[in-house]
Every structure is written in C-alpha cells, then in structure tokens.
C-alpha cells in the first residue's frame, strides 16, 4: 500500500485538473474502492499533519489545493509575480493560437513538441483564449480572444504583422539545409 | 556499427585525430598518413556531402601530422630552432587534443545526468481560481511584435539534427570479413589481381578495406604481393603457409569495425 | 515555524517554476538563510518519509517533481515530446557551453576544431541553450538555458562537478603525448 500511495500523490502533482479515482485505478490496476480509501487516507493525513496542501474531491475527481490558511500569503506571493507570470511557453502558445488558429490540444501540443495543457488552461482562464469558434463539434478549438485582441490593438487576426518578416534568420535555416542534404 | 555513428566520430578534425590517437596501437610513427586519409575521404565520400571547414581542419591535422612525423625520423637538436617551434607547436595540439577529450567525456556525463533527469516530472498544474484576480497582468509589457517573434520561433521550419542517410546503402566493411573473403578466393585459385578481387565491389570505402586486409595477410605472410611496375596491376599470391585464422587472430582493429566509445 | 513551513508548502504547490529562496523570504518576511533551511529540511523530509513528490533546488530555485521512483506510472499522465537522443556533437557544445560560457559561436567552433552552427542553432530550438546574458552587444553568446538547469537537476553552472573529472588520466595523457612526441 506504502507504494500506491507513493505513485498516487506523484499523479495528484502531476494532474492539472481534478482526477477521477477509477483513472489511477487503471494506472494502479486496482480497484476504485481501494484507490478512494487510499486518496481519502491521504487527504485526512495531509491535513493532520498540518501540510500546506490539501486534497479535496472536488466534481469529477481529486485534486490538491493550498490550504485555506496559507491564502493571505498566496496572495502576496502571485500578486509580486511568484506565479501567474506570461511564461515563455503560454507566450509561444498564444502566438500559435492567434496565427493559426482555431486550434485543437493536440495540433498546439504537436507544433510545441511538449504537452501545452496547464499552459492553455492557464490562458482560458485568463480569457486570453477562448473556446470557439462557437459552431464546433468535438475536439474542441481554440481561438485568442477578444481580450487579446484589445489588448494588442488589433481589429482581428488579420491584422496580425506578417510572419515572413520576423522568421529567425531564414537564410541561415536555409544554409544549413543546403550543408545538410546530399549533393546532386 | 553503422557508418553513420562513425560519421559522429569523425565530424571534427580534432575529434579525427584524438580518434585515432587514442586507439590503443596507432604511433603516429606507424600510421600512414595516406591511410588516414583515405579513412577521411571513405567518410566524407560515404555522407555524400562536404563539410568546407571540417575538410580544411583535416588538411591543416594532416600536415601538422607529417610535420610530426617528420621530426621523428630525424634525429632530434635541442639547440635547432625550428625543432623548438615544432615542440611548442606538439605542446599546443596536445593540449587541445586534451581539451577536446575533456569535453567529450564531459558531454557523456551530461547524457546521463539528463536522462535521469528525464523521471523527474515538474508541477505545471494552472494557478487555482481564487488566486487569478491576485496575479498581475499577464500582458503587461507584451507586444504584438513579441507575439510575432514567438509566433515566428514556433512555427519555422526545424532543421533536422541528423544527417538524413536514409537515400544511403548501408555500407559494412569490415577488414576482418575482407580477410577471410580473400582467404577464400585466393586460398582456390592460389594467385589474383587487385582488380580481379575488387571487381564485385564498387564501394570506395570496401575498396580501401580489400586493400587493408591484404596488408594484414602479406605482413602474416599468407600471401605475396607483386608489381612489376608503378600503377600497374598488383598481384595477389597466396603462399599457403600460413592459416585464415592465425591472421584473423593478429589482426588490429580498425575504425569501422570498432563500436563507438561515447 | 511550522507556520512557515505550511505556506512554503502551499507557495511550493502554487509556483509553476523553480522558486527563489529569496522570494519566499520575501513574502514571509524572513532572512533568506532561514527559509532556505525549511526548504531543506522540507526537502529532506519529502525523501525520509517516501513521499510521492520530491523537492529540489534547480535552475536558481526550489521546485516541487514527482518521485522518479514513480516514473513509470506516470507516462500517460505526461508527454514530453522532442525529447530525441542528443548527438555526440550536440552534447560536446553543451558540455562547452556550460563550462565556459557565455561563448561566441565562433569560440565553440574554435575549441571543437570544427564548425558547430548547426548544433548551436538545434540546441536553441530545443531550449538548452539560450541567447544570452541579455545585455550584450554583437557577437552574440551563448549560454545553457534555465531548462537545460531543471533537466540536469542543478542549481547552476557552478554546480557542475570540476572538469578536471572529466580529463583524460595521466597515463592517456602520457601516452598522447609519447606519440605526438619526436623520437628521442
């Protein structure tokens, strides 16, 4: 049981949304009932212990959260910057987006060459992104939203400044795929 | 054992000469530098390609090498000058022969470190709800050229890393394979040409090895070598008195049949 | 302390990259040196009592992974994609790169004996190298990137174990020598 519990709270760190207990109870191969007695087990031994996180089930899963007492200070923290920043990565994923989208998960993640999920879910819940267009069937896309749009000064994605002329030093790419590929 | 690791090995000049000056058996004294040569050319032929600086960095190896080897058939004279700038020169090669071993080791640390570094999975969990209205403005200070710069940055073209040698035929030459191949032939038809046991391959580089590996059975004394004029045919004999397996047992390891250290 | 504990705890789970010692101290208004020390022990602790998350100082910061012990479990929970084997050369300029950097690109090229722009420009598109430090006028340098720092589990460059761990033995050296050597 010691290594269950090991590898449940490795997934809980992991996860950026909720996560069902019968999810870990594939990954465990264990029943759903034992992986809920586990994660409950975790829960009340993070909060007897006094820890700085909690463990709530929350709709649809599991998920940790700070605690409640520590919120003063989180404030603090994230208001000075500590978190919540525009990364280098939601930056490449709004450029994406608004270039090229409407986008699904998986073309954003497939032209990073990285998983892109919390960085998108970062930037919905900053409406910098929005679902939509609205007509859409599964899977769902992505558009940079009209928050964006405002605060870039653009009327629309088509006034976006053409791409050619901030690609990195094309002819370098070029030379290099000259040097690269056979000769005649 | 592919050609295109050994193209790794071979890719800097440096890397060339620390390669073959740290196999065990290579003197300098003793390497021809035609053969090294030819390793080079078999190499940089193989990759269909040419490398301008890489190339010049040989030449400029190659001649620092006979420039070497020179000073070694002579005797040596303290008191001469030049011999004084040829040791400082040797003194400088070493120290960035050493350089480069450095590094290379170095970077095979880093391999590892980075691959273990690999099960380690960072949080990226999104910021909780409550504490979105505490952050600061993520556009702050963005604009929309940065957008188009990293717009730019993710969407162009990514070289390939990897030469592509998909459009090659794997090359395997082995000089012990070539041994026992001529064993064969010669051993049955006791005298051969050059030309007469090359003529099923047209690969330069299996060439060179065919070549090699009669060096290996003339010096084992399998077979006798003879030429009745400069550039003309080079006759093959085989003189029976010595077995396949004897000079297979003898025979130094070459580049191509080595497995690649880093 | 336990305070203290219990809101780096929650600042540790709320951050998105490593933390400074020093921006905790700043929000909990305590000498760098004494949050540095919960960190440690936080850290040590996490390990002692197998927790499925560990605590590391990396990149100039501290920062909560999954045990690597859980590794394994964890592959469908994370995709880290371009994660292609590094060539010999490619690891040779970081190696370079790390140790004496920031370099010029053609500082690298010098110290390889041959022409390394491909690599550096690849080792840029997979974020482990970056242009750098900022303030700096042509030629551009190089130096190893924050992301190479988190891969490597390093606090800095100046973590790096000695070069000198890395020469070639006396006997080798010795031996190069011997055969570059005039015969005596």
Redesign the interface.
Known sequence: MTDDRKVIE?IL????EPVPASAIGEVLERPRAEVTGALQELADGYTAEERGFVLREVAGGWR???SPDC?PW??RF??R?G????T?A???V???V???GPLARSEIAE??GVDSD??V??LL??E?LKIGPADQGPPMLFSVSEE?LE????RSTAD??S?S????D?ES?ED??A?????G | MSYEVRL??F?????LLLHL??RKR????EVSIATITEEYLAAVASA????L??ST?FLVVAASLLE?KA??L?P?NAQDPE?GD??EE?DL??A????????????????V??E?????????????????V???D???G???????????????????????TS?LQPIRASVREAIADIATRLGARKQMSFEALCDIHLERIEIVVRFLALLELLKAGALELGQTERFGTITASWTGEVGVDEVLADVEEYAGDRE?R?
Chains 1, 3 share one sequence.
């Not at chain 1, 978190?83 to 525009?86: D, E, H, I, T, V």
């Not at chain 2, 290579?26 to 004294?29: A, C, G, N, T």
């Not at chain 2, 269909?48 to 490398?51: A, I, Q, S, V």
């Open positions: 490795a760190l992991l996860a950026s940790l959260y700070t919120a989180l404030e994230v208001s910057g978190a919540g920043r525009l280098t939601a930056l490449e709004l450029a994406i608004a270039y090229r032209i990073r919390g960085v879910k970062t819940q900053r910098l964006f605060r870039m000064g653009l976006l400044p791409l002329d901030f690609m990195p094309a790419v290099m795929e040097k690269l590929s056979p000769r | 790794q090995v890719e800097g000049p440096l890397d000056i740290t290579v003197d300098i004294y269909d390609e040419l490398d600086e890489s960095g070497l000073a070694r002579l040596s011999a040829l040791l040797r090669l070493l960035r022969l050493v350089e480069c071993a450095t590094f290379r080791e170095a970077g095979a640390w880093i391999l470190r980075m273990l570094g690999m099960a380690y999975h960072a949080r990226r969990a999104p910021l909780e709800d409550q504490f979105v505490a952050a600061p993520l556009l702050a963005t604009t929309v050229i940065d957008v188009a710069h990293a717009a730019a940055a993710a969407l162009a073209p990514k070289p390939s890393v990897e030469v592509d459009h690649v880093a």
